[in-house]
């Protein structure tokens, strides 16, 4: 009898926690950097004239394999924006001699040349924790209620981002921040998937990939932001008689 019983009650256990390990509801919120105000708009060709090469450095929060998967979206990113752009995975930066194949104009150099000279950036990426937070007596909580009361862990992190223009020169260093808070358990995963299946709106809703939703349109906002000023800043500074070298 106490084998069935204790057989009984790791079976309702097992099944509890693989339930709960879908049971994960997830909320986004953005701190530092992530809510600025932003107005370039990410499906317009903003960045036709520029040459961008985006460095992902792995490290911190990025294994070598995140940061090659977001070289790849953030490359999208700006080639739907119309730069020409190239990825480098790396600790360091390995430079590429090659000359950029820049568009010249019409054979000639008549009216129709282009005049816009193009701006060569290099956007440096690199993602760090700031904070993490788990409390162990929520977490008993959870388990000796079979996850009803739920687990909260909380963790911060940042993305730093600096933007160099062809001779290494900065010209945008910032770092953007967003806490991730999790909450662990069934009950509280059901209460917000019946919510959201019946009164919240699309853009409230807490279950599904709506964090990865978020944070990335959050993230992408900000990068094109920046590497938009960074191209402004970079026409500007090609005016100044100190950089025409007069």
């Not at 708009?41 to 985006?54: C, E, G």
Request: aromatic share 6%.
């Amino acid at each position: 009898m106490h084998r069935r019983l204790q057989r009984g009650v790791t079976s309702a256990l097992g099944i509890t926690l693989c339930c709960a390990a879908s049971g994960c509801v997830r909320v986004y919120q953005p701190l530092s950097g992530l809510h600025q105000p932003v107005v370039v708009d990410v499906r317009a060709a903003n960045l036709k004239d520029v040459n961008l090469t985006v460095h992902c450095v792995p490290g911190g929060l990025l294994s070598l394999s995140e940061a090659s998967v977001l070289c790849q979206k953030v490359q999208t990113l700006f080639e739907n924006q119309g730069a020409q752009v190239r990825t480098v995975i790396a600790a360091h930066e390995a430079w590429d001699d090659t000359p950029s194949e820049e568009p010249q104009g019409e054979p000639g150099g008549g009216r129709g040349a282009r005049e816009t000279p193009t701006a060569e950036l290099t956007l440096e990426l690199r993602a760090r924790k700031v904070h993490e937070a788990n409390n162990p007596v929520l977490w008993a909580l959870c388990i000796g209620t079979f996850t009803l009361v739920p687990a909260v862990t909380e963790s911060t992190f940042a993305q730093d981002v600096l933007i160099r223009d062809g001779e290494g020169f900065l010209l945008v260093s910032d770092t953007l921040q967003g806490r991730l808070v999790q909450y662990f358990g069934v009950g509280t995963w059901l209460g917000n998937k019946l919510l959201d299946m019946t009164w919240r709106s699309e853009e409230d809703k807490l279950t599904g990939a709506v964090v990865e939703r978020d944070l990335s349109t959050d993230l992408y906002r900000q990068l094109s932001q920046l590497v938009f000023n960074a191209k402004v800043q970079w026409q500007v500074l090609q005016q100044s008689p100190a950089r025409r070298g007069g």
